[in-house]
Each structure stands twice: as C-alpha cells, then as structure tokens.
Nanobody, 120 residues
Framework: QVQLVESGGGLVQTGGSLRLSCAASGSIFSINAMYWYRQAPGKQRELVADITSVGSTNYADSVKGRFTISRDNAKNTVYLQMNSLKPDDTAVYYC??????????????WGKGTLVTVSS
C-alpha cells in the first residue's frame, strides 16, 4: 500500500503563489509516475501535471507556463509550484502515483486532497 498526504493549500489572492507538496509513504519502492489532479466545484476531476521517475513533465494547457511540477526521489515527494494564480484555479488538488505491482501491472493511489482558494 501507498499513502499520500498533500499539504500547502490555502487562501491566496489573484496573482499570488503557492507550493503544494505530496509525501508518499508505505510501499514506495516501485513508484514511477507522480501526478497532480484538481477538482473545482461542480466540475470533473482533471489532470494538472505529471512527472516520470526521471523527470519528464507534462502540463494541462490551462496551467502551462504558470505551474511547475517537480519531485525529490530521496524524499519520496512531489511538488506543484503554482504562480500567477487565478480564481479559476480554485479547486481541491489531489496527488496521485502509479506503482508497479508484482504481476507487472500498475496500480493507482490517491491522496485525500488539499484545498486551494484563489480570491478575486
């Protein structure tokens, strides 16, 4: 099992910055990709950014140029640096990882989320 705990959310004004962290614990030795998702009120959950075990990154078009995903493998932690925040960024942000199982399949794990509120 993998446990994920997000932190760093809060209230920020438009144009401000926050850095989210997600610390993984448990059976973490086979984790490969790490992800940030978000879910705004009344909206579907969407992928914000992801990063592979060797640092290759991808971003949603809506956050490209403003958000940066990174990871510290020694700390088993993934970060999301969020700059130039907008009210549309208001959402619960979820950390997720994939882990290779003994049979070779990959299993998805989720954190409980951290709330980011951007005031106008």
């Amino acid at each position: 099992q993998v446990q994920l705990v997000e932190s760093g959310g809060g209230l920020v004004q438009t144009g401000g910055s926050l850095r989210l962290s997600c610390a993984a614990s448990g059976s973490i030795f086979s984790i490969n990709a790490m992800y940030w998702y978000r879910q705004a009120p009344g909206k579907q959950r969407e992928l914000v950014a992801d990063i592979t075990s060797v640092g290759s990154t991808n971003y949603a078009d809506s956050v490209k140029g403003r958000f940066t995903i990174s990871r510290d493998n020694a700390k088993n932690t993934v970060y999301l640096q969020m700059n130039s925040l907008k009210p549309d960024d208001t959402a619960v942000y979820y950390c997720s990882v994939t882990r290779r199982e003994a049979d070779g399949d990959f299993m998805r794990y989720w954190g409980k989320g951290t709330l980011v509120t951007v005031s106008s």
